[in-house]
């Protein structure tokens, strides 16, 4: 593609006019104009090309412009851009058949949202209508949307602005052995203490008024944080014992990321709901939905749910969930995204790992992949404070430029890099990023000590 650097210019300038962008500071921001993307690769009017390891926000997990997909949504725009949700569709029934066939257990009927935040919204909404309880438990490092209940039950700092309280939501701390704050050594005791502290949370909240769980299945924006052996299914005991609905949130792990079609898949849980959007259809037309069990669907068989979106199953999201399934199982992506994890960039990340005194930890699975960046590896002092922003954020900040320097896009948080390509990636993009990485983590090791 030639550059022209005045296209660029012009986007960008008209974009500056109008857009109002998310989770920033309007005037301090400066986003690249994008001229184009195909599969693991985007460029922009300037003549450079980046490797995506951030999969956009991690969710194009077939990469950009699959033709196969592509095509679904046009040949569907042409029969049937859209329809209102209280009539039977068949791309949307397809799109249902294909999620329900896939997920864990009896997980079989799909309420479609159109994104993440709104499945998590509905899921708190069953799981209060189905319990006659109010209050919902999450984990302080989590993220579930920047809506209203579901900012509320997010952990980490894009919540503070919006805490004004929805009621009922309580957080407690889910396992994260490398920084445990329960002081443990090996993951059985961070499994053991974790349970033990969620189940003292409940005692102290009531456990009567408790109507849900919530947790990401492998917390993502968090920090990709494994759960130890046993934690999830000792919270699926958890809830049982006090008829708590588990609600599993796949928004982000779902859909192949792992290596599997679902995160829970791991660790042979089946919750009562399960959220999911991002790669249910690699966010080519927004879509997200909640599955949902038999007991919780039968609550709803004779009352009304009383909750609905304009656009629950769009025909032209629906069309493209269909393909995007259908590409997945074809050209078995999942199986290469845990290929990928197992052979190629899990060995290439812990091999940059000891190689880089900035890199404290790596964790993961399939193309979904965290590296803690540390000061010092005896201490685990995080590269730059929890929540750092201007001067104090600048080692982190060298690094993200250092790596744009070299053609991978890096996905940062904090102290830490996610490397979360597409679940298609080939090994020699993976390498290549690989390579940028290598490179880039050399400017974060200038800021240990
Ligand atoms: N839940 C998880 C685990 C997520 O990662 C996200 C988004 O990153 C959401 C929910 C919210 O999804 P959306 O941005 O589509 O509303």
Not at 243 to 269: C, N, P, Q, S, Y
Request: with cysteine; aromatic share 10%.
């Amino acid at each position: 593609v030639e550059p022209d650097p005045q296209a660029g210019a012009a986007v960008k300038a008209a974009d500056r006019a109008h857009v109002f962008h998310s989770w920033s500071a309007q005037g301090l921001i400066d986003p690249l104009a994008v001229a184009g993307a195909e599969g693991s690769y985007f460029w922009d009017y300037d003549g450079n090309r980046y490797l995506d390891f951030t999969s956009g926000l991690v969710y194009t997990n077939i990469g950009y412009q699959h033709p196969k997909v592509v095509a679904a949504i046009q040949e569907q725009a042409g029969k049937l851009a859209t329809f209102a949700p209280a009539f039977a569709v068949d791309v949307r029934s397809e799109a249902a058949r294909l999620i329900a066939e896939r997920t864990p257990g009896d997980l079989d009927k799909i309420f479609f949202t159109n994104g993440g935040a709104e499945a998590v919204e509905n899921a708190v909404r069953m799981a209060r209508l189905h319990t006659g309880r109010h209050k919902v438990l999450s984990a302080f490092r989590s993220y579930h949307g920047a809506t209203s209940t579901a900012i509320n039950l997010t952990g980490d700092p894009r919540r503070w602005a919006s805490d004004t309280g929805s009621a009922g939501v309580v957080r407690f701390w889910a396992p994260f052995l490398y920084r445990s704050p329960f002081y443990a050594t090996t993951e059985a005791e961070e499994s053991a203490r974790a349970l033990q502290h969620l189940e003292d949370t409940i005692a102290f909240e009531g456990p009567a008024t408790i109507a849900a769980i919530i947790l990401e299945t492998v917390p993502g924006t968090a920090g990709i944080m494994t759960p130890p052996p046993g934690y999830l299914a000792g919270v699926r005991e958890i809830c049982d014992k006090y008829g708590i609905v588990f609600v599993l949130d796949e928004v982000m792990a779902g859909f192949g990321r792992t290596g599997k079609w679902f995160a829970a898949e791991h660790f042979d849980v089946v919750p009562d709901l399960m959220t999911f959007a991002k790669g249910v259809n690699s966010g080519y037309v927004p879509l997200g939905g909640v599955a949902i069990n038999a007991e919780i669907a039968a609550t709803f068989d004779k009352r009304p749910y009383p909750g609905g979106l304009t656009y629950s199953g769009h025909p032209l999201a629906c069309a493209a969930a269909v393909a995007t399934i259908n590409v997945m199982a074809d050209e078995k992506v999942v199986e290469h995204a845990a290929h990928l994890g197992e052979n190629v960039l899990g060995p290439g990340l812990r091999e940059l790992a000891e190689r880089h005194p900035s890199v404290g930890e790596v964790r993961g699975m399939g193309v979904f992949w965290a590296l803690d960046l540390v000061k010092n590896k005896e201490t685990r002092e995080p590269l730059v404070p929890y929540n750092a922003a201007g001067e104090a954020n600048a080692p982190m900040a060298a690094f993200g430029a250092a790596a744009k320097k070299n053609g991978l896009w890096p996905f940062i948080n904090m102290n830490r890099t996610h490397a979360v390509p597409a679940c298609n990636a080939s090994e020699a993009e993976v390498k290549e990023g690989l390579a940028a990485l290598d490179a880039a983590l050399s400017v974060a090791d200038e800021h240990t000590a």
